[in-house]
């Protein structure tokens, strides 16, 4: 193979690209994005973007979102200091208390997994690691070849 | 003038250049009309700015380059793992040879004889698959450097150079350009 073979083939595709010019749009494509222009510009203020809303109108929406949050944070506050909310509390706390159980299991596990990297050594681990690093990537590879020879373009 | 009247001149002084950009990373007319459209959109937002800025023609062609790609992301499965073994295209395949027009043929019009190699040019980039066809744009139609691109669709350097070796062999085989002395 010609060592400047790539050199070569870049400047021949080069000069070819280099030859074309723009392309003309289709002949209605100004029509329509006028139209288009005029649709957006003549919509209703509510089906606009929220920035092409009137000044008072987005400051408006902006106070009615603030004053909900506000009517929302101070119902929750309230709501947390009512007695109907510590009766439901207790109710679900107790509930909840068979989750102690599985949190329990699972401290136990993690334990388990940590005595057994001390105890294996990290050399060890490292090896494990190698092992499944490469048999990952031994499946990429296979995979890889498969695909190739099963779906690649053949040669005339 | 007035104002709808100077954008109606900017929209036809730049759309040719943002159709082109569109139609040669997407190599689909109704999507690359789609981008326009929404490119121009864009500008009628701006157009206070944009029309005494020098640099308004270069703006456009980012906005179509970038709405181009974001369409290629939303809409095409790309840049996977195996992009070039999929190498078909929408038009009936890889196998075609565009037929060259015969300078001899022409009785030697060189002007029709260009103009039609440029057309055929044209199709022969339309034609390469994405993967391949949209780093070479790119490349070639942006300017943008190899690692530019890379980071532009998040694929690796080396992706993005098999990609543009691939391409400008696919062109070069549909084109049957002549390299020179050389023989690979």
């Known amino acids: 193979m010609d060592p400047d073979y790539e050199q070569k083939l870049e400047a021949a595709v080069r000069r070819e690209l280099n030859t074309l010019g723009e ?48 009517g929302l944070c101070f119902g929750a506050w309230y709501f947390t200091h009512t007695t109907a909310f510590a009766t439901a509390w207790e109710s679900v706390s107790g ?14 596990l993690a334990n388990s997994i940590e005595l057994a990297f001390t105890s294996l050594g990290p050399v060890f681990i490292a090896g494990i690691a190698v092992m499944l690093a490469s048999a990952y990537a031994l499946c990429i590879g296979l995979g890889t070849i498969y695909v190739r020879l099963a779906f690649g373009r053949r040669e005339t | 003038m007035t ?27 109704s999507d ?33 380059t970038n709405l181009s790609l974001n369409h290629l992301k939303r809409y095409r499965s ?44 044209e199709r022969a980039l339309q034609s390469l698959i994405p993967a391949q066809r949209v780093p070479l744009v790119l490349h070639h139609f942006e300017g943008l450097s190899y690692e530019e691109i890379a980071a532009r669709l998040g694929v690796s350097l080396g ?22 002395t050389e023989s690979k």
């Open chain 1, 23 to 70: 392309l003309s749009a289709p002949p209605g494509l100004e029509t329509r994005i006028l139209r288009a222009i005029e649709q957006r510009a003549t919509a209703p203020w509510h089906r606009q973007a929220w920035t092409n809303w009137p000044q008072p109108l987005r400051f408006a929406s902006v106070m009615v979102l603030l004053v909900a949050f506000g």
């Open chain 1, 95 to 108: 509930a909840l208390s068979g989750f102690d159980l599985f949190r329990r299991t699972l401290k136990l």
């Open chain 2, 3 to 29: 104002e709808a009247q100077q954008f109606e001149a900017f929209l036809h002084d730049h759309q040719n250049m943002v159709f082109s950009t569109a139609m040669r990373l997407l190599a689909k007319q």
């Open chain 2, 78 to 121: 790309r840049w996977s793992f195996f992009s070039d073994v999929f190498s078909r295209t929408d038009d009936g395949g890889d196998e075609y040879v565009i037929e060259l027009p015969s300078e001899v043929a022409v009785g030697g019009d060189e002007q029709l004889v260009a103009t039609e190699r440029r057309e055929l040019v």
């Open chain 2, 32 to 64: 690359a009309e789609d981008v326009t459209q929404e490119v121009f959109l864009c500008a009628y937002q701006r157009f206070v700015e944009l029309r005494e800025s020098p640099t308004a023609g270069g703006w456009l062609r980012t906005v179509a």
């Open chain 2, 159 to 180: 992706k993005v150079k098999t990609d543009i070796f691939r391409g400008r062999e696919e062109l070069r085989r549909k084109l049957r350009l002549e390299l020179g």
